[in-house]
């Protein structure tokens, strides 16, 4: 897939500067490791909001940290892109 832009309605600091467009790229196996991935019967993928912010700091290139202080408004945008991504793998049925 494609990269992602998502633009920030709230920026936040990354490496030092102030990121108003985070770019997401598909996510790499280091970027889940650990993360738990749960699927359910109906096919819809349940991720602890730790575990957002880790994939989202993967897939943005950004510190863990910076991914931390996203607001939930910005999480809103990003989530459908992040999804479409894992369910790309995943094997839930959704398309």
Do not use: C, Y
Request: charged share 25%.
């Amino acid at each position: 897939m494609k990269p992602i832009k998502v633009t920030l309605k709230k920026p936040i600091e990354a490496h030092g500067e102030t990121i108003k467009e985070l770019t997401l790229n598909e996510p790499t196996l280091g970027g889940l490791e650990g993360v738990q991935l749960d699927i359910n019967m109906e096919g819809r993928v349940k991720l602890d909001l730790g575990d957002i912010a880790k994939i989202v700091a993967s897939m943005a290139d950004i510190p863990p940290s910076s991914a931390a202080k996203i607001s939930v408004f910005d999480l809103a945008v990003i989530m459908p892109a992040v999804m479409d991504f894992l369910q790309e793998f995943l094997p839930t049925g959704a398309k």
